[in-house]
């Protein structure tokens, strides 16, 4: 007989969202057990935190934890345009209690370390670890899900019953797989790769900035500084311009780095591998209708746009807690009891902010030029907010406003004349 454990909240996937939603969800008084297939520390790509993203880490109580794990401060994000010019870059900064911009930091983090860190936390705390793989839904006579079945690393089926069910389980989007969602349809920046890797040996400036190289469009590469001495760069590409190379990882990487910008070439003159060289290729796509009554997605399991401003990390954590907040008035103050998706308002609210990153991205993309000038001339303000993940605007700043417009426009031009 299968063994069976009950709790408030199954949370499927132990990385960042799911270890920030039990965390949150413990300070709710909700009791929660985490199901995760991995041994952790384990290898996972993604180091540079947005602005609010390290506040939450703060918010967390881990300020002096970041200490003892691989990581650099990041004062901001410089992006080098082709061949090197029309650089900009974007500082740190938050908004203090009068709503005035201030300096601040973030983090680049080795993230197998920062996601034990943050999954030792959430046990802490209270959440139950349970260690194997979710393989099936469970479900009331109504269809609703109130649990999760598991197979752990002995083969056992144990059930996991439970008030709601938390899909954090990043691109396996596993209530997807399992048809609980909308389909998964394809992003605007799917059909691309990102070939990976961790090195030594590189020339580092003053200051620990995450750098951005710009080839062309959709091909650029990453400079993330993680520790003192480690550097985690990624190059990304259209996939069919890597399958044409006919080259394995480790020669397309190694020949890249030195030829997608002279910004980049400078500082790997004499690079070693300390990682193996991965890939990670089909990342971007988007799961609507992500929440129902028993259950909710958070952070990758949902929806992935494009890793090049570093939001992933960010949307994880902030989602955790506004899917604790949700489930915590769902489940101790009745709210949504009466109605058919009581969380319809974190989805809706999810979709604001990923909206909001992939109206910045399109424009990044598709309109270099007026984007560069928007960013350093014509609403700084605006788009430091945006950089730092202020992005749940329900009042668009004319900043976000003007990058809609910008798109808008070019919808339009390439609009079929009838
Ligand atoms: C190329 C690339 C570069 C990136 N760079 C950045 C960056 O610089 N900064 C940034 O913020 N973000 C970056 N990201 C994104 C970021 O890494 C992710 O958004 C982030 O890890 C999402 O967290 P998550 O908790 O939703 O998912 P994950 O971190 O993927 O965690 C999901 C967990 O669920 C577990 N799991 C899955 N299925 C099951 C199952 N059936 N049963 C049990 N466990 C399961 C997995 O083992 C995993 O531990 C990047 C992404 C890509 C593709």
Known sequence: MNSTFKTDVAI???????????????EKGLKSIIIEKEAFPRFHIGESMTGECGNLVRRLGLSEA??????TIKPGVI?????????FHIPVMRRNEAGELEQSFTWQVRRGEFDKMLLDKAQENGASILRGK??????????????????????????????????ASGPATFLHTEGFTSERERGKYDRQIAIYTHVKGATRDEEDHTRIFYEMRNHWAWFIPIDEETVSIGVVTPSDYYRDSKEDLREFFLREIHKINPQLSLRVPDVSLVEEVRATSNYSYHIRNFTGKGFLC???????????????LHFALTEGKMAADAIANY????????VEN???????????????IQDVLDCF??????????????????????????????????????IRKVNAKLREKLQPQH
């Open 298 to 312: 958070v952070g990758d399991s949902h929806r992935f746009i494009d890793p090049i401003f570093s939001f992933g």
């Open 342 to 356: 009581p969380f319809a308002e974190y989805e809706r609210y999810c979709e604001l902010g990923m909206d909001t």
């Open 365 to 402: 993309w598709d309109q270099p030029t007026p984007f560069a000038f928007m960013v350093h001339s014509r609403y700084v303000d605006d788009f430091i907010d945006l950089f730092a993940g202020r992005v749940y605007q329900e009042d668009p700043s004319p900043g976000l406003q003007a």
């Open 66 to 71: 970041m200490d003892q794990v691989p990581r």
């Open 331 to 338: 489940l101790l103050n009745g709210v949504g009891r009466d």
């Open 134 to 167: 979710a393989v099936k839904v469970l479900t009331d006579e109504t269809g609703t899900p109130c649990g999760v079945q598991v197979r752990q690393e002995d083969g056992q089926l144990t059930d996991v019953l439970a008030e709601v069910l938390i899909d």
């Open 12 to 26: 499927i996937g132990g990385g960042p969202g799911g270890a920030a939603s039990a965390i949150f969800l413990a």
């Open 79 to 87: 992006v080098y345009g082709k061949s090197g010019k029309n650089t």
